[in-house]
Each structure stands twice: as structure tokens, then as C-alpha cells.
């Protein structure tokens, strides 16, 4: 509905140049004069950051009576509405409303509202300041229409356009730049043209607009404007920069080019918009083109230049090249530093990331600011260090470094990362202007944490406040959903999002919801929901599929999932390892070395589990089978120690290699987790909490260890694998056991075509004609896990392989 449909209506008394509401009765003491009334106040306006801090200095106005004084309640709704959040806002309307309104304060008003995208609050103001008899000026006409422009309400953008018209603002440059990037943003891309081409003069940001306009929807001939900005190297280098803040990096380089071409010589800051997009591209070739000019023409004294070629080096995953640049720079800023301390947490290197960080430390005249701390907060995350990130938190405090909501967000990431979701909840508790990105972090805090319940509830306060959820906040929204198991709430909110959201699901919330139904064992609803996806479904969305295979012993259906991951993304490994491991619950091993040997000519191999524990400031790796710890003989007695006093039974189910039981046994004790866990129970002092982080899932034998330990040695144990956190304690664990376990025979569903025992005939009788096929199947799958068979007479590895088919064949009837 147009807000504004009524304003060309209005009385001829609206566009006199009143700046005033008429006299109020009321109103005469609020005119009283006062001599620097604003000096008088203890607290200085300007350095009011915060709405505690408005409100204080509201305080202090009214205790030396100046609360009504015209001039300090201006400017004090001036600088609430920069601010700019909710209650900034709110606090500057309660105090409009009870105090004379002026232009100014209007102005003030409408600009913080359209700002903040309370689009709608805006224009009625704008409407209300008409009704009042105030008339628009130059300033108030781009904030309206700045409202229109975040809201793509045209119709009302055109009424306003007609009131520019009528009010005779319409050759006032700034009000022409506001007409243009609002028809733009609209997408009317005619009007745009049509105000535009009757400008008498245009500046950066006039182009600037038009061009934008033209980007955005793929005219790309109407954006580059050849017989105009191709020869102004200044508007040609404002026209790339923009391209490059836009994303529109082949866009940045085509204006850069056909600058060249007519004769203009690129100049620092064009190469600076070359290199950005080299690094956006992803280029290297054209990345060290560029950097080739940049040396021919001395360019490389400049810092930012210096700066942009190590962010592309890193970007391109040249770390060597880009370090030996930041070595070569005599005048390192902050901006150089956060720039090699980025690569690095990009490139996955957290520890050199951190490590960088600390020689930072050392450098005097460089102090971290909040893009650095952000950046290592998000490397401390990854790491899942917690004494670091509680440092991390310190310094931020201790230094003083100013906490915005993206510092703030990151804080809380890092920490929910690192298995702390109560100081993280802490921290976004303590945020007074949340945004969405806040709300998403703190829903995948909680999911990730096993607190689905809390996770839809902050979902649902956020939707409450007014906010408008994106992709993103779905995706954690669903997540909690599915590792919660969740499975009505999940579907609601599927249901909700293009519904009540606007907000069309892509890949990944179909792989959310394929995740979500697969785990609750709801395996062919899964799939029709696959089938029925508007878009080719992912690699990622069959696996999730198959995992759920996995769990549930459904081999028919996690053999054509893996087909289809295998056409879609051939270097997957996980798909292969969990196929062989489907195979090896349902004893097809025959199937298992398929598996493997496709894997080995694709020279493809499983990741070793490892597992990270920190003590006291110290991280630990261990890996799956790795016994060169220095601390070896400790850790394998308190393993003994576990398994033999306190009687924890080794899921042997959780092997799945064709190994004896004592072979299986030990391999389940060479985990790389309960390797970590050990060297954390002789390491620690009693009571403290023990932290893992796993790159793999945490398997159900050491899930079961590690509550059995939590409740022998009283300790909270908090496992964090690729997956989800398991806070674990007094022997329960926060998943519930949800997904942490092993598929049992009796669950694996199969055609009775396909015998479930390669020895069985299709009628379930047992065949000796196959007999000497399975033994050579044997003896090649043996052969490849162990290099004492192949010494063998021929007859010792039959009598080896007959023995292993033993365990197969029991119960079977001899024909």
C-alpha cells in the first residue's frame, strides 16, 4: 500500500516554506533561551555510545532543568538516531514526540529510520511532517527517498519524485543522485536513464548509481558508457572500485581494460581495483600480471598496494609468496597484519594464524583493532581452544577494543566453538543491537550444543522482534531441528520459510531436511523429498542420506546413494568409506574390498582420525593408531585401567574390518579420542573439565568410554567432532545418544534376491559349489591387512580364510 498516495493531495499550505509546526499553547515555555546549555551537562553528548549513555545525559539535562530546551533536545534525537539501533530509535521518537518538532528533528528522524531499514516508520514520518505543516528540504527528500529505495516501493518513491518536482528541488545535485539510485534500485531502469541524462552536471556518485543500476541486471554494454568514462581515469577508477565492492569483479576488470585501450595508463588505485579482483577470481596468472605492473612502475612503496598483493597471494594459496612479501615490507600496519593473519585462517593454518598474532604482539606503534580480533577469534574456534579463547576475551577487555556486533558475534562463535555455550549466551546476551547474523550464531550455539529446544526458541524470539530470517538462519534453525530430532518443528519451519519468509530453499536446506528425516530413520520419506526437489539434488544431500544408511542398515538404498555421489563428486572419500562400512555391518566383504580397491586406483584415502587436547595453554594431537606419544606408557594403563576395573566392554561392532576380537579390541583402543581422553584423565588435575576436538564423528565405543570415565573420575568431558559437541557428564551425555550408534544385523533390509550372506543360496540354504570363490575373496581382502599371510603355503591361507568364513556360516543348513 502506497504510505504517501494521499501527499499530491494536500492543501497548497504544504508547500509553504514553513520550517515550524503552528503554535502551540503548550508549547511557549519550550522556547525559552538558554546560554550554553549544552556544555553545562557533565556527560558530553558526542561521546555517547551507547543508549545507557543517552539516557544519562537526558538525566542530567532535566536535573539542571534544560530538558525542555529546543536546542540540546535536537541535537540529542540527532545523535539517538545515529546510533541507529532499536532502542536508540525508540528513545529518540519518545522524545520527539513530546517536544517541539523541527525540520532538523524530522530530518533527524526519517534518516535513522530509513537507515536501519524501518522503511515504513520512515515515510509515515515524512507524511506526518507534511500533514504538520512542515515543509520537505534537500536533505529530507534523499532520506525519503533512501526509504523507498530499501523498501522497492515505487509508487511511493514516484510521489515524492513529484513533490521534487513541484517544491522546484529537482536541479539540486543531491536530490538528482537520490532520484537516480532509488529508479535504480527499483529496477526502473528507464527513469533512472531519464533523470540522469537531464542532469546538468553529474558527479562519482551520479555515475556511480546509473552504473550499478545497468550491473545489476546484466547490461553490461549501458554500464560501461564508452564514450564517457573510458577516457576519465578518475571516473574509470571510481566505476571499478564500485564494480570490485559489488562483486561484479569481471565487470571491474572489462571497465580497467577498456581503459587501457583508449589510451589511459592505469594508476595505483586502478591496480588496486585489479588486484582485489584478481583475488576475488581467484587468479594467480593475471595476479602476478599485475604485480609485474606494480613493480615496473615503483607502486609497490604504497602500503595498500602491498596489502591487496598479499591478500591475493593468499587467496590463491601462494602463503610462501605472500609471506616473503610481508617480510619485505618495511612499514607494516595493521591492515598488513590482519591481511597475512586472514590468509592464513582461510587457508585453514589456524595455529600459524595465532602464531602470527603473537609476534604482533611485539611490534611497536601496531596495536590489534576489532578486524583482528575477529579474525582470531575465528581461528581459536576452529581450534577449539578454550584457555586461548578466554585470553582472547581478556586482551578485547584489557585493550579496550571498542565490541560492535560483529566483534561481538565472532566472540560468541568462537566460544560456542570451543564448548563454552554459557559464556557464548552470556555475550549475546549482553548485545543490545542484535542482528541477524548475532541471532544466526547463537541458534547454532545452542544446536551445536545438543539444546535444540533453545535454538527454536531463540529463532522464534528473533522472528518476534521483527527481524527478517534469511538463508542462513534457517540452516542453523534446521539444524538444531535435526540433531535434536525434532522432526515437526523441522518440517513447520521448512514449510514456513517461502510461506510466511519469502525465502526460497536451496540446496542446503533440502540437505537440512534430508539430514533430519534420515536420522529419525524416516529413510523413504527422505527420499521422496529428494525426488521432489525443484533442483538436481548435491553430493552433500546423498550423503547425508547415506550416513543415515549407515545407521540404520538400509544397504539396498546407501548403494545408490553412493552411485550417485560418485557421479557428482568422484573425490568424496567419506561417501566411499561409509558404502564399505555398510557393507562391512552387513558381513559383504567381498563388497568391502570392491570398495576399497575402486578407492585405491582412484588413489583416494580415508583421513586418519585426530584429535586435539589442550592442557594448561599446550594442544596435543593424537592420532588413530599413533603411539609416539612421549607420555605412551600412562596413557595405555589408563586405558587398562578403564577397560579391566571399571569393566567398559568394547563395542566391537564399531570395527569394521575382518580382524579377530583381541585385533579389534586393540584397534578400538588406539582411537585417536580415547587416546586424547587417557592423556587427559593422568594430565589434569581432578575436577577439571576435559575438552576434545575430533576431525571425524566420535564412534559409539569411545562415546560409551567417555561417559563411563565421566562418571568413574567425576570429570565433565566435552567431545567436539565434526559434527555436533557431546557434553558429557556423571555418564550422560547431552545428545541423548541420538546417531551415536551401530547398525545392528537384524536392521539390514535387502532384496531376497541379493542374499544377505554371500555363502547363502537365494532360498537361504548354504552351498559348498560357491565355497572356492569366497575363500580366494578372502584371501585377497585378508592379504591387504597384513603382510605376514602372502608368506604363506597356499593351504596355510585356505585353513586361515575357511576359519574366518566359520563365523559366517553358523547356523546356516549344509545341503
Known amino acids: 500500500m502506497a504510505i504517501l498516495g494521499t501527499v499530491l493531495h494536500l492543501s497548497p499550505m504544504v508547500f509553504a516554506t514553513s520550517t515550524s509546526r503552528p503554535f502551540l499553547p503548550n508549547q511557549t515555555h519550550r522556547n525559552k533561551p538558554t546560554t550554553n546549555s549544552l556544555s553545562s551537562p557533565i556527560i558530553s553528548l558526542k561521546n555517547c555510545k551507547t543508549i545507557d549513555e543517552l539516557k544519562l545525559f537526558h538525566h542530567s539535562l532535566a536535573k539542571q532543568g534544560l530538558d525542555n530546551d529546543v536546542s540540546a533536545i535536537t541535537k540529542l534525537v540527532a545523535r539517538s538516531c545515529e546510533l541507529g539501533t532499536r532502542e536508540s530509535l525508540t528513545f529518540a ?43 520537505p528540504d534537500k536533505y529530507t527528500f534523499p532520506f525519503g527517498l533512501s526509504a523507498c529505495a530499501k523498501s522497492r516501493t515505487i509508487r511511493d518513491g514516484a510521489q515524492i519524485h513529484g513533490l ?25 531502469l528507464v527513469c533512472a536513464r531519464n533523470v540522469f541524462d537531464e542532469m546538468p552536471q553529474r558527479n562519482v556518485v551520479s555515475w ?3 552504473i550499478c543500476g545497468y550491473a545489476r541486471r546484466g547490461f553490461a554494454k549501458e554500464a560501461l558508457f564508452e564514450q564517457y568514462g573510458a577516457r576519465n581515469l578518475d571516473l574509470s577508477n571510481a566505476m571499478a572500485s564500485n564494480y570490485v565492492r559489488q562483486g561484479l569483479t569481471k565487470e571491474a576488470l572489462d571497465v580497467l581494460s577498456l581503459m587501457m585501450d583508449s589510451g589511459v595508463r592505469p594508476d595505483r588505485i586502478s591496480m588496486l581495483s585489479a588486484i582485489s579482483s584478481c583475488s576475488q577470481l581467484k587468479n594467480i596468472l593475471l595476479g602476478k600480471s599485475c604485480h609485474g605492473y606494480v613493480m615496473r612502475n615503483g607502486f609497490e612503496s604504497w602500503d595498500n598496494i602491498c596489502n591487496a598483493l598479499i591478500d591475493m597471494y593468499m587467496k590463491c594459496r601462494k602463503q610462501d609468496t605472500a609471506v616473503k612479501m610481508f617480510d619485505r615490507m618495511l612499514n607494516k600496519t595493521v591492515v598488513t597484519w590482519n591481511s597475512i593473519i586472514a590468509g592464513y585462517i582461510e587457508n585453514g593454518m589456524f595455529e600459524e594464524a595465532i602464531e602470527v598474532f603473537r ?129 515437526q518443528q523441522g518440517k513447520e519451519i521448512f514449510e514456513s520459510m517461502k510461506k510466511l519468509h519469502g525465502v526460497s530453499p536451496e540446496d542446503v536446506h533440502y540437505g537440512c531436511m534430508v539430514d533430519l528425516l534420515s536420522r529419525a530413520g524416516l529413510l523413504e520419506e527422505a527420499m521422496q523429498l529428494i525426488k521432489s526437489m525443484p533442483l538436481e539434488p548435491n553430493d552433500v544431500i546423498w550423503n547425508s542420506l547415506l550416513a543415515a544408511c549407515r545407521v540404520h542398515g538400509n544397504v539396498e538404498m546407501a548403494a545408490y546413494a553412493a552411485a550417485k555421489i560418485q557421479v557428482l563428486a568422484p573425490e568424496r572419500t567419506g561417501s566411499y568409506v561409509l558404502l564399505s562400512n555398510v557393507y562391512a555391518s552387513a558381513g559383504r566383504w567381498n563388497d568391502v574390498a570392491k570398495v576399497r580397491l575402486s578407492m585405491k586406483e582412484k588413489g583416494l584415502r580415508k583421513p586418519p582420525g585426530t584429535s586435539l587436547i589442550e592442557i594448561r595453554g599446550k594442544t596435543h594431537e593424537f592420532t588413530s593408531g599413533d603411539e609416539s606419544h612421549p607420555e605412551m606408557r600412562k596413557i595405555e594403563a589408563m586405558l587398562d585401567e578403564v577397560s579391566r576395573e571399571l569393566g567398559h566392554v568394547p563395542d566391537l561392532s564399531s570395527v569394521l574390518m575382518d580382524v579377530d576380537e583381541q585385533e579389534k579390541r586393540f584397534m578400538l583402543s588406539r582411537h585417536s579420542e580415547k587416546l586424547a581422553m587417557a592423556f587427559g584423565l593422568i594430565s589434569s588435575n581432578k575436577g577439571t573439565r576435559i575438552r576434545i576436538v575430533k576431525n571425524l564423528r566420535v564412534c559409539s565405543d569411545c562415546h560409551s568410554f567417555a561417559k563411563l570415565a565421566s562418571k568413574a573420575y567425576d570429570r565433565e568431558i566435552v567431545l567436539r567432532d565434526n559434527n555436533r559437541f557431546h557434553f558429557i557428564s556423571q ?30 543360496e537365494p ?36 585353513a586361515i580364510a575357511v576359519a574366518d568364513l566359520s563365523f559366517d556360516i553358523r547356523g546356516a543348513r549344509v545341503v
Not at 517544491?167 to 539540486?172: N, R
Not at 559349489?769 to 585356505?798: E, H, V, W, Y
Open 164 to 188: 521534487v518536482v513541484r517544491m522546484d528541488y529537482a536541479k539540486d545535485l543531491f536530490v538528482q543522485n537520490s532520484l537516480v539510485h532509488f529508479y535504480a534500485e527499483c529496477g526502473d
Open 208 to 210: 556511480t548509481s546509473m
Open 763 to 798: 532360498d537361504g540354504s548354504f552351498s559348498f559349489r560357491r565355497m572356492n570363490d569366497q575363500i580366494q575373496a578372502l584371501i585377497f581382502r585378508i592379504t591387504t591387512q597384513s603382510r605376514l599371510i602372502p608368506t604363506l603355503s597356499i593351504g596355510r591361507q585356505k
Open 93 to 135: 521518537r519518545k522524545l520527539f514526540d513530546v517536544s517541539y518538532g523541527s525540520r532538523y528533528m524530522y530530518n533527524s528522524l526519517i534518516r535513522g529510520y530509513a537507515s536501519s531499514g524501518l522503511c515504513e516508520e520512515a515515510l509515515l514520518l515524512f507524511l506526518r511532517m507534511m500533514i504538520d505543516g512542515i515543509s
Open 731 to 760: 555418564g550422560k551425555c547431552s545428545c541423548n545418544d541420538f546417531w551415536i550408534r551401530t547398525p545392528k544385523l537384524s536392521n539390514l533390509r535387502m532384496r531376497r534376491s541379493e542374499p544377505m550372506n554371500l555363502l547363502d
Open 359 to 487: 609476534s604482533m604482539q611485539g611490534q611497536e606503534g601496531v596495536d590489534a583493532d576489532g578486524v583482528t580480533m575477529m579474525s582470531i577469534a575465528s581461528a581459536c574456534g576452529h581450534l577449539g581452544a578454550l584457555d586461548l579463547a578466554k585470553w582472547i576475551y581478556y586482551y578485547i577487555e584489557k585493550n579496550g577494543t571498542q565490541l560492535d556486533v560483529r566483534l561481538s558475534t565472532s566472540l560468541v562463535d568462537m566460544f560456542s566453538r570451543c564448548g563454552d555455550p554459557e559464556t557464548a549466551m552470556s555475550i549475546f546476551n549482553g548485545l543490545a543491537n542484535r542482528d541477524v547474523s548475532a541471532w544466526t550464531v547463537a541458534i547454532r550455539a545452542m544446536a551445536m550444543s545438543g539444546n535444540a529446544e533453545r535454538a527454536i526458541e531463540l529463532f522464534d524470539e528473533m522472528i518476534e522482534q521483527g527481524l527478517k530470517p534469511d538463508g542462513v538462519v534457517f540452516v542453523g534453525a534446521l539444524t538444531a531441528c535435526s540433531h535434536g530430532g525434532l522432526v
